[in-house]
């Protein structure tokens, strides 16, 4: 059971852009044994750490050189981040939790439990963080260059949306490039990239 769990956490060691590491299996097993223990609130603070910290470190990289007047707005997103972090890590915890017992509702063995939940760490530790982190970074970047767009908009008043870089462009965000409005207008609310995951 031990190599199954590893194969699912040890692929979060390095995320998309090859800047952040996190060896997060040390964390997660903390959190497998404390849920497993019955101290399930305990485990909250190792899967938040586990969660969080790619997610921060990927801002890290989002607001590297960033312009100071950015500041409140850089604790802002971090802190959004941090939330988000902490209601994914309580759904996690309620996940192994319910992984406790069998179809049968007895105690799985603590070899059982880890079999049982090695799918869900890779579901939230694999597969989603991935995504969070990628859409994190992305948010970011974009947020930034609103922000610094804004502060210069009476030079510069109007954003054009330009085609993505994405080797698979969905036709309806290609039917948005070229368009070309003032920074303010309301349809940059719902048009701002990053479109999708």
Do not use: C
């Amino acid at each position: 059971a031990q190599g199954l769990l590893k194969q699912w956490t040890t692929s979060t060691a390095l995320l998309a852009d090859d800047k952040v590491g996190l060896d997060g299996m040390s964390l997660i097993e903390e959190a497998i044994r404390r849920v497993y223990g019955g101290e399930t609130e305990a485990a909250l603070g190792p899967l938040f750490e586990a969660n969080d910290r790619p997610l921060q470190a990927g801002l890290d990289v989002a607001f590297e050189g960033a312009d100071a007047s950015l500041g409140g707005f850089v604790q802002d997103f971090r802190y959004n981040t941090s939330v988000f972090s902490a209601f994914k890590s309580h759904a996690e915890v309620g996940a192994l939790e319910a992984a406790l017992r069998d179809e049968s509702g007895r105690l799985r063995s603590f070899r059982k439990y880890e079999q049982a939940v090695a799918p869900i760490i890779g579901k939230y530790s694999r597969e989603w963080l991935r995504t969070e982190y990628n859409t994190a970074v992305r948010a970011a970047d974009s947020a930034r260059y609103y922000r610094e767009a804004l502060r210069t908009k009476r030079i510069f008043p109007h954003l054009e949306y330009v085609e993505s870089l994405a080797s698979n462009k969905r036709e309806e965000h290609k039917a948005w490039v070229g368009t070309v409005l003032p920074i303010e207008h309301p349809w940059w609310d719902t048009h701002m990239p990053p479109s999708a995951w």
